[in-house]
């Protein structure tokens, strides 16, 4: 498979176009990418729901341009649209607002201008159609303080100064939200327990375990891969002691079991959790099963959809040890894609996936989203530690480990 579109849609830059109908947006993204990806017509309206393309944009890398239906659609099904490009804006890394010189600056434009500087999300203008009409460029940065291109997508005249743009904005990368790698030095070992997940395609490992290996090797660390049935046998095969064993979250009691107190632990789900959210946050929402009551409704939300397994992690397992652990008659409702429920108030608790399939910004803005309404969010990795006890070592690999879990512990 192309390295290119083997880059998981989460690991991208989101770059997303706004703008009213009929700007150009589509065209644009079609000059950007030398391809003919997005439906462009004279007909107003055309794009519906957002489209997704996935590229290459040197030197920033893999990114995922995403192109959305204009804001000024007041129809019934232009409100769904709006809905959707709504959406979309959780998830913008960079976000380029469209002008053309045709209609100039409209109310929209202005509505959807303060939309984007309220979010606070890195913002681009691109000023369409020059070759249609004479402009003058002042006349929209006087009211727009952003960086616009002037750009004819139709001859592809300033793309690359608009690419150049792009690549000045984009957020640089930080070590901080490494996966593993910045708790490793060079030559560490990392052991990885893996279990076969049922889940997975067919002769893969699942996506964090993926990442996380890559993750090792480029902070010039050593992993070593084995089973939950191996790993004593692996660690006892080891001239060198391991500077952290990773596992599944599903054999979390049997890992801690067989790996020595002196050596540290975790889960590809906890490391998730600090990769793309708010591990502080998530730990703290596990001290909300304490307070469930009988009644109770839990969501169960995973970004992706995929084949459910009998011994499903999402509907049976979780729902099986909350109920173990807190005695309650709880009920549970599950929801699944990239779309987060709009109704989370009526929830007591939500139980998030590990998120390997959103980017950072979307995950965020759902714990967010969770915490202005105050409604506790933990994920499968923090969960299935504490419920199992070993959530305290679990979260010890971390130079703030103190404090996350006394944070998590407060009333």
């Not at 990368?173 to 996966?179: H, L």
């Not at 191996?230 to 067989?258: C, G, Y």
């Not at 929402?285 to 969501?299: F, M, P, S």
């Not at 429920?341 to 998030?352: G, K, Q, R």
Request: charge should be neutral; hydrophobic fraction near 40%.
């Amino acid at each position: 498979m192309n390295e290119l579109n083997s880059t998981p849609k989460g690991e991208r830059l989101h770059i997303a176009l706004f703008g009213k109908t009929n700007v150009g947006k589509s065209s644009v993204i079609n000059a950007l990418t030398s391809q003919e990806i997005a439906l462009v017509s004279n007909v107003k309206g055309t794009t519906t729901d957002p489209v997704y393309k996935a590229m290459e944009l040197l030197p920033l890398g893999p990114v995922m341009l995403i192109d959305t239906a204009g804001l000024d659609d007041i129809s019934d099904l232009g409100e769904l649209r709006r809905g959707k490009t709504l959406e979309v804006l959780s998830k913008t890394d960079v976000a380029i607002l469209v002008f053309d010189v045709e209609s100039g600056i409209t109310e929209y434009d202005k509505n959807i201008y303060s939309l984007l500087l309220e979010k606070k999300i890195p913002l681009i203008g691109v000023l369409n159609k020059i070759d249609k009409k004479d402009y003058k460029l002042e006349d929209y940065t006087s009211q727009f303080k952003i960086p616009i291109v002037p750009i004819s997508a139709l001859n592809n005249k300033g793309i690359n100064n608009l690419k150049d743009e792009l690549i000045r904005l984009a957020p640089e990368n930080d070590d901080k939200f490494k996966i593993v790698g910045d708790l490793l030095s060079p030559g560490d070992i990392a052991v990885l327990v893996t279990p076969i997940d049922k889940a997975a395609p067919k002769g893969r490992l699942i996506l964090p375990q993926q990442q996380t290996i890559r993750d090792i090797l480029e902070s010039d660390a050593i992993a070593m891969v084995t089973k939950e049935f191996e790993l004593r046998e692996t660690l006892d095969s080891l001239r060198k002691k391991p500077k952290i064993v990773i596992t599944d979250s599903q054999v979390f009691l049997k890992v801690a079991a067989d790996t020595p107190k002196d050596i540290l632990m975790t889960s590809f789900s906890i490391l998730m959790a600090r990769h793309k959210g708010d591990l502080i946050e998530l730990a703290r929402g596990a001290r909300a099963i304490e307070d469930l009551k009988d009644g109770d409704k839990i969501l169960i939300a995973e970004a992706c959809t995929h084949h459910r397994q009998s011994d499903d992690i999402g509907k049976v397992k979780i729902p099986r040890w909350l109920r173990q652990k807190t005695g309650k008659k709880l009920e549970f409702d599950f929801s699944s894609g990239f779309s987060f429920p709009p109704n989370i108030e009526d929830y007591a608790l939500i139980v998030h996936c590990a998120g390997c399939m959103l980017n950072r910004r979307s995950m965020l803005h759902r714990i967010e989203s969770s915490v202005k309404k105050q409604i506790p969010i933990v994920n499968y990795g923090v969960l299935i530690a504490y419920v199992q006890g070993i959530l305290p070592r679990a979260l010890k690999p971390f130079p703030y480990a103190d404090r996350i879990f006394n944070q998590s512990s407060r009333n």
